[in-house]
Every structure is written in structure tokens, then in C-alpha cells.
């Protein structure tokens, strides 16, 4: 059985659920599928779910660290939430830190944070380009 | 619940791309049985994960061999490919032929307790790494 994921819109945020096992195709698709997304949706943050994810290794990284960047180049915001305790520990030994990319805990904090922005009314670009500092 | 031991040495087929997926999850499923910590069985599993991805990735085909060593879980990944022209780049953070992160090796060499490699142009590459519980 394919692990399909699923992007849904939730107030200004696209949520991706991330699958737990990716591979090569999967990724382009994914990517793909999200692009489209923020242009339909006009979506300011993407944030990555992952809490199905029980092995987030190197590949994953390269993920995250692309998809971070494509995301940028649209203006928009890559957040990563979800991540397991174990799956922490072990990105960090891997040396995957992912300095560009911002984290919340769990949906709440990223639902928070994505109101904050919206009523501070940022535009999308500023949006994207203020986390470089 | 536990297995009988004859199932291990476990020999894997590493050739399709979600084949480095299966060996992942069976090496995670001997840290389980051995009462690996969480935290240790991601460990394991994310360092066959990579190993295993290379072996799709540079070698295009190869093997995973998992097995219990002393309280332990010993891996050998081996496979006939181009090899690697110097393993201390390969170890170092950041080095890539791939254009990718270079993370995998040394990053799995940093999650388990021993990794040893042997390698040469046109030889192969012969990866023998384990994984002993930490104390909790
Ligand atoms: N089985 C193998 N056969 C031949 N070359 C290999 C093999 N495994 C690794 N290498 C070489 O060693 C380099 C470093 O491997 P490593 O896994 O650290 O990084 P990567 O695969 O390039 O990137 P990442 O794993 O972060 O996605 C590779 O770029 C490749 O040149
Ligand atoms: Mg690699």
C-alpha cells in the first residue's frame, strides 16, 4: 500500500503530511503537489508534519532543506512540526540541523504563530525573506 | 512474540529504491526485540537507512546482513560497486559526490557504536558497523 500524503489548507497554512517512508519519485511529486498548492491557496507558511515519520535520515534532510528553499522562492515559509523525541536526538547526531528551518512543537503552536503573521500583515516576500537575520 | 533465532543472520537485497525502507525497519525490529531504547533503535535504523540508500544510490545494488552481536545488533552492508576513492572524505561531514547533504556516513558512523569500512576504486565497498543498547 502506497503512503500517500496529504496537503490541506488550514486557515493561512498548507499542512503537508509528511509520509513515512520516501523515496526518490515520491519526493519530486510531493514537491510538486506543494508548489501548485501555495500558488492556489496563496499560503505564506508550509508546515511539515511530521509526526508519522519514525526515520528521518539524510534524505529526508535533503527534503526538508529543498523544499525550504523552493518555498522561499515563492515567498512563502517552511515550518517543521511534529518531530519525535528519539527522531530529534538522532537528527542532531546525524549533524542535520537544518539551521534555515524553523520548528514549532505540535499544529497549535504552528495555528498561533500563522495568526500572528497574518495580523501583523506581512506581505508574502517580507514574509519570506526576514528570517535571514 | 520473540522469534525464533534461527531467522538471523538476516540477508537483505538491497536493489529497488524501498528496499533500504525494509532493512531499516528489520534492523529496528531486532532492536526492539533486544529492548534497544527508542532513541537507540532510531539510532540503528537511521544508520542502515543510510548506508543502505548508498548502496541504491552509488552501487546500484547490494546486500544488508543483520544479526544479534553479544547484546548488541552488528551490520554489514556490501555491495560490488565503484567503491570509494577515499574514505576520509567520505567520512567528512559535508563531502558529496551526489549533490546531497554528505551527512549520511559520517553522520551514521557517529550513531553507532563501531563502523568500520573497506573500500577501494572498482572493489566494492564492505561496510561492518554495530550498535550496543546505552546505558539509560
Ligand atoms: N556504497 C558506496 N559505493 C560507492 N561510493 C559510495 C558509497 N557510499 C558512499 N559513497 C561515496 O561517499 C560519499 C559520501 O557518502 P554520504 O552518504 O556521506 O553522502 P551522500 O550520500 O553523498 O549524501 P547524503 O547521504 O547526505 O544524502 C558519496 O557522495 C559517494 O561518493
Ligand atoms: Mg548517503
Known amino acids: 500500500m502506497m503512503n500517500f500524503s496529504s496537503i490541506q489548507k488550514l486557515d493561512n497554512l498548507l499542512l503537508v503530511s509528511v509520509p513515512r517512508d520516501l523515496v526518490d519519485d515520491e519526493v519530486i511529486q510531493l514537491r510538486r503537489d506543494v508548489l501548485n498548492a501555495i500558488r492556489q491557496y496563496k499560503s505564506q507558511i508550509i508546515l511539515l508534519d511530521f509526526s508519522r515519520v519514525d526515520i528521518c535520515d539524510s534524505f529526508f534532510g535533503r527534503f526538508i532543506y529543498g523544499t525550504s528553499q523552493m518555498t522561499r522562492l515563492m515567498g512563502a515559509k517552511v515550518i517543521i512540526s511534529g518531530l519525535q523525541d528519539a527522531v530529534i536526538e538522532t537528527m542532531v547526531e546525524l549533524g542535520m540541523t537544518l539551521p534555515d528551518v524553523d520548528a514549532v512543537l505540535d499544529l497549535d503552536d504552528a495555528l498561533a504563530l500563522s495568526r500572528s503573521l497574518r495580523s501583523a500583515a506581512v506581505p508574502p516576500l517580507a514574509a519570506g525573506q526576514d528570517d535571514d537575520e | ?136
Open chain 2, 1 to 136: 512474540m520473540s522469534q525464533p533465532p534461527e531467522r538471523y543472520p538476516l540477508h537483505l537485497w538491497i536493489v529497488e529504491e524501498n528496499h533500504p525502507l525494509v532493512a531499516a525497519w528489520q534492523a529496528r525490529m531486532l532492536a526492539r526485540r533486544l529492548h534497544f531504547s527508542l532513541a537507540d533503535q532510531t539510532a540503528l535504523a537511521t544508520a542502515v537507512l543510510e548506508v543502505a540508500r548508498n548502496i541504491v544510490r552509488y552501487a546500484g545494488r547490494g546486500e544488508v546482513i543483520i544479526r544479534p552481536y553479544d547484546d548488541g545488533v552488528e551490520v554489514v552492508a556490501r555491495d560490488a560497486g565503484p567503491g570509494i576513492a577515499s574514505v576520509e572524505l567520505a567520512l567528512t561531514d559535508g563531502y558529496s559526490t551526489g549533490h546531497s547533504l554528505g551527512l549520511g556516513l559520517p553522520g551514521a558512523k557517529r550513531l553507532m557504536s563501531t563502523f568500520e569500512i573497506e573500500t577501494a576504486p572498482g572493489a566494492g565497498t564492505l561496510i561492518t558497523m554495530r550498535k550496543f543498547p546505552r546505558a539509560r
